[in-house]
């Protein structure tokens, strides 16, 4: 009784959520496409993966101790950091390109410009760009599934006409029983991962879906049909880049509004380079971009402040 009667000053929303129970939740929707590309990719893929969290991880101690600030591993971010990166690794690439990238993720990107909540992009994506534009030929050496690991090409750049071969079956593409990223494998574990976001309320319908959306309408309207499309939306990295990178609180808007042309821009602009472009793929420079313009979106999307009057230039 005594505590109705205690006032305080504004603000008085409260919520459990932390940020280590945030990540938490994404580490865990993560979990099943993770176990999925151990599978597929064995030793290599548990390799790249352990080396990018622990990098990423050990990056942060270092650069916080260095600066004399608190240690923050503990939150989780660096270990989602280094996770996201690995699934933007092919399996071929040898043990020091998920340091690199993982030390540039996290001390270029997020740490100095001030840390989680402060990077203005996409610290995973903005290292995978590093990486593709710095050892192309690396980035690019996709393996068949399996103890054989036999040089392939991914199912976009067979659609493209930019590669030979046969385009893995739709099942396939789902279970993710083809050549590919760690993780641009498994599509429909990495949708049940977002759904269990979309329960969890770590995320929102407004990006994943505007963004798959607007692609899967270019696609069907320019892409060459119905099958060409589901093929566009299972391939690639559109589900890991909709549902875990596209939707980073600190590199996206945070009005409605804004999450929705995010989101179609992103699909736009995904589009244009899957069909126009030079690169089979374009969901990485797509979520960059927007990653970029995102604070014009919420400056232009904003709600008037209730009794704003508006100033004469």
Do not use: C
């Not at 064995?42 to 993966?49: D, G, M, T």
């Not at 030979?164 to 760690?182: C, F, T, V």
């Not at 407004?206 to 692609?215: A, C, D, N």
């Amino acid at each position: 009784m005594d505590n109705k009667l205690i006032a305080s000053s504004s603000p008085h929303i409260r919520s459990d959520e932390t940020i280590s129970r945030i990540m938490l939740d994404v580490i865990i929707a993560l979990l099943p496409a993770t176990l999925a590309s151990i599978y597929f990719f064995r030793f290599n893929a548990l390799k790249l993966i352990v080396l990018s969290v622990l990098s990423a991880v050990i990056t942060e101690a270092i650069f916080q101790k260095a600066r004399k600030k608190t240690v923050t591993i503990n939150d989780l971010s660096a270990v989602v950091t280094g996770l996201l990166l690995a699934f933007n690794i092919p399996s071929s690439a040898p043990w020091w390109i998920p340091v690199v990238g993982s030390a540039f993720a996290i001390a270029i990107v997020k740490q100095f410009f001030g840390g989680l909540g402060h990077n203005f992009m996409n610290p995973a994506l903005a290292a995978r760009a590093m990486l593709l534009a710095s050892w192309p030929t690396i980035m690019t050496e996709w393996v068949t599934p399996g103890a054989d690991a036999i040089s392939t090409a991914t199912p976009l750049a067979i659609l493209k006409g930019q590669a030979e071969g046969i385009i893995p079956s739709l099942s396939d593409m789902l279970l993710g029983n083809m050549g590919g990223s760690l993780g641009e494998t498994s599509a429909i574990l990495l949708i049940i991962g977002g759904i269990y976001l979309l329960y969890r309320g770590v995320i929102n319908w407004r990006i994943p879906f505007t963004y798959i959306g607007t692609v899967a309408v270019i696609m069907l309207a320019f892409g060459g049909g119905i099958e060409n499309t589901i093929y566009h939306l299972l391939a690639g990295g559109l589900m890991l880049g909709a549902f875990f990178m596209a939707t980073d609180y600190a590199s996206s808007p945070v009005t409605k509004k804004g999450q929705i042309i995010f989101g179609i821009g992103a699909g736009l602009l995904t589009s244009i380079i899957r069909l126009k472009g030079g690169y089979p793929e374009g969901v990485s420079y797509s979520i960059l971009l927007m990653n970029v313009v995102a604070p014009l979106i919420d400056k232009y999307t904003s709600p008037k402040v209730f009794g704003e009057v508006k100033q004469n230039a």
